[in-house]
């Protein structure tokens, strides 16, 4: 049995489910990986961490250094957006082991005639090495080796050859070239190196036939005519202008306004029913002008400094040419009839649902085809950001094949999971490749219930992979604490837009709409299955706000990343405190997490949009710099107000009928 390889290497971290899937990090960050690496004997060791494109041949690395307990930590920066693999690999630092030896017996007084003869062989191996590796580096190992094995030939006394075997500068350069062909190698672990839209970006939905400039008469609007609404929608610092499906919409069970049943002549029908004689899910809907009107829109967004994003429904309506080209690729009735989609008490009488389930394989992988031509298609077209309605509800291979195939040559394209169901199910879905995810936060109310739930998304190890995007609302999501108007807004929009780097509203939610159909979580009149038309500059609008917040999240790069969330102390029933910094010095080798964090932004919110509340933030001074006792600037990042505080007990009254939250920063009494 060969017995050269006796490095052992376990536990190593980050890493999913044994390395099953990718753990996902951004273009700029660094990856840092910890391990226990032991071995029998009392050898010194090393160690590297390496990392490549997934692939390529060639790997890049960085020392690991043993840290605590034979555990070893190194780092390596993030540069390119791309699947990566990576892994650990060590082994016997004998010229290290060596020289701890001679030094040693040197100073015990004891012969190591026996150690200067194995130096030697040591060095003159390593010379070889240095010799042959590229760079200005090795170049000056091999000199600075060479001279040390002629000083050894020259040298008359073990004294001499022994002090020139323990000089810093040699054993510095024997060690860059090891020898490492018994070294043992870990396997190799996954990781997915996305673009920065992957984790930072404020979303806007829009439906682009509710664009009129008139509220008082509305009419569907073109791609084209819904054009002028970008400028604003820029100007209140939003990076992704989100529309529901563009596709032609079905006329065979088409819905009427508030999901009626008897559609009128002129009803518009419902987006999510996707198909037509006019085409499927490549083609746009005429009457919102077409192919051509779609690709002047997405360059418009462009020209303001925004992207599309565009909805993916897997679904059919019963006029989808694929009804009659594939009728396999449906779910049939005893009778032969195809089953409309349910999800009981709802019916949706317009949609077919698709069958992944179909026993033929040719048939199936022709289904998949046929969906992953579809990503592509507009991924060709210059949309780089999926929203995936209902993902839960197809396999879970599927969408890990799917998504693998866009990003293998479309690294940069981003896939939003709305998929509202069981925690495991989410979890998997952004394991397997979701670039973000929907939250529960709409459900998550209380200053308890928020805090117990972003510890988890942003300190349990979700955070190796799950990116929480919170949207306030959306067309299926009226949520009931909006019944307490504008104050419920306010703390939603300051929540959602400084809990995560990722948020999103839905349109009319700067508006304060929160009129609901009886008493259900949906909106009376909904867009998705009429025409709207607003008056933008309503009374009582909180455009100001949403355009304050996200100047912040711009000028505040703590705002811009996920993972970086830390609750604060607060003496308050209904107050949420926490600080988002950046990270600081060295982080610990053995957690990842910061010693210390600077650049901090503070949020205080009060929680309930009915009652006032004083509170006593107690923020943890030492972790940004400032003693307990010593005096500090208070900033107030939207007003700009400066005060000087001494101690970590900061008053603050927020009232939701005025002002129900606070964004600072604290800093040194001369910045």
């Known amino acids: 049995m060969g017995t050269r390889r006796t490095v052992v290497i376990e536990r190593i971290a980050p890493q999913l489910d044994g390395g099953r899937f990718p753990i996902k990090r951004v273009v700029g960050d660094e990856l840092q990986v910890t391990a226990d690496i032991f071995a029998d004997g009392h050898d010194l060791l090393d160690a590297s961490l390496l990392l490549r494109v997934e692939g390529a041949s060639a790997w890049e690395e960085a020392p690991m250094r043993p840290v605590d307990n034979d555990r070893w930590s190194g780092r390596l920066a993030l540069r390119r957006n791309a699947r990566h693999r990576y892994a650990v690999e060590a082994w016997r630092d004998r010229f290290g082991s060596l020289h701890a030896a001679l030094a040693k017996k040197v100073e015990a007084g004891v012969p190591y005639a026996t150690e200067l003869a194995e130096g030697r062989e040591l060095l003159e191996a390593a010379l070889g090495r240095a010799s042959s590796a590229p760079g200005r580096t090795a170049a000056a190992d091999a000199t600075l080796l060479a001279g040390a094995l002629a000083g050894l030939r020259r040298s008359r006394s073990e004294a001499g050859r022994a002090a020139i075997l323990l000089a810093e500068p040699l054993l510095e350069a024997a060690r860059r070239h090891p020898d490492r062909s018994a070294a043992t190698r870990s396997d190799e672990l996954p990781l997915m190196v996305d673009r920065e839209r992957a984790r930072f970006g404020a979303w806007y939905e829009l439906f682009p036939r509710s664009q009129s400039r008139d509220p008082r008469k509305p009419r569907a609007t073109t791609l084209d005519e819904a054009t002028w609404r970008l400028p604003e929608i820029a100007r209140l610092g939003f990076d992704v202008v989100y529309m529901p499906p563009i596709h032609p919409i079905g006329h065979t069970n088409r819905k009427g306004r508030n999901n009626s049943l008897d559609a009128k002549r002129g009803d518009v029908g419902s987006p999510y029913a996707i198909g037509s004689a006019d085409g499927g899910h490549d083609a746009v809907a005429r009457e919102l002008g077409g192919l051509d009107a779609f690709l002047r829109f997405r360059e418009e967004v462009e020209r303001h400094g925004m992207e599309v994003a565009l909805d993916i429904a897997i679904q059919a309506s019963p006029d989808h040419p694929w009804v009659k080209e594939h009728p396999e690729w449906f779910r049939h009735a005893p009778d032969g009839t195809i089953k409309y989609a349910e999800n009981p008490p709802k019916k949706y009488q317009d949609i077919y649902p698709i069958e992944f389930g179909n026993d033929d394989p040719e048939a199936r992988a022709a289904l998949w085809r046929a969906w992953r031509d579809v990503f592509m298609t507009w991924v060709e077209r210059g949309v780089k950001v999926f929203r995936v309605d209902n993902p839960h509800t197809k396999p879970i291979p599927f969408w890990e094949w799917l998504i693998s195939e866009v990003q293998r040559d479309h690294p940069d394209v981003v896939f939003l ?69 504008r104050p419920a807004f306010v703390i939603r929009s300051v929540l959602a837009a400084t809990l995560s780097s990722s948020y999103g509203v839905y349109s009319g939610w700067e508006l304060c709409e929160y009129a609901r159909l009886d008493d259900r979580e949906e909106y009376l009149d909904s867009e998705k299955y009429e025409v709207r038309a607003r008056d933008w500059d309503a009374p009582g609008n909180i455009k100001d706000l949403l355009g304050d917040l996200n100047r912040l999240r711009r000028e505040w790069r703590a705002l811009q990343h996920y993972d970086n969330l830390r609750f604060e102390a607060v003496t308050a029933g209904r107050t949420l405190f926490y600080r988002k910094a950046l990270p600081h010095g060295d982080p610990d080798p053995l957690t990842g997490f910061p010693h210390r964090w600077r650049e901090p932004v503070y949020v205080a919110v009060n929680c309930d949009p009915v009652t006032p509340e004083r509170a006593f933030l107690h923020p943890d001074l030492p972790a940004v710099g400032i003693g307990w006792d010593e005096p500090y600037q208070v900033i107030d990042l939207v007003s700009g107000e400066r005060r000087t505080e001494r101690g970590a007990d900061i008053a603050v009254d927020l009232d939701p009928a005025g002002t129900p939250f606070t964004i600072f920063t604290i800093g040194p009494l001369d910045r």
């Open 417 to 485: 999971s709305e998929a509202f169901t069981r925690p495991k199910m989410m979890q998997r879905l952004a394991k397997v490749g979701f670039t973000q995810s929907y939250t529960y936060f709409t459900w998550r109310e209380t200053r308890d219930e928020l805090r117990d739930y972003f510890t988890e998304l942003t300190l349990s190890e979700m955070r190796e992979y799950f990116r929480g995007n919170l949207f306030t609302n959306t067309p299926d999501i009226n949520p009931h604490h909006t019944d307490h108007g």
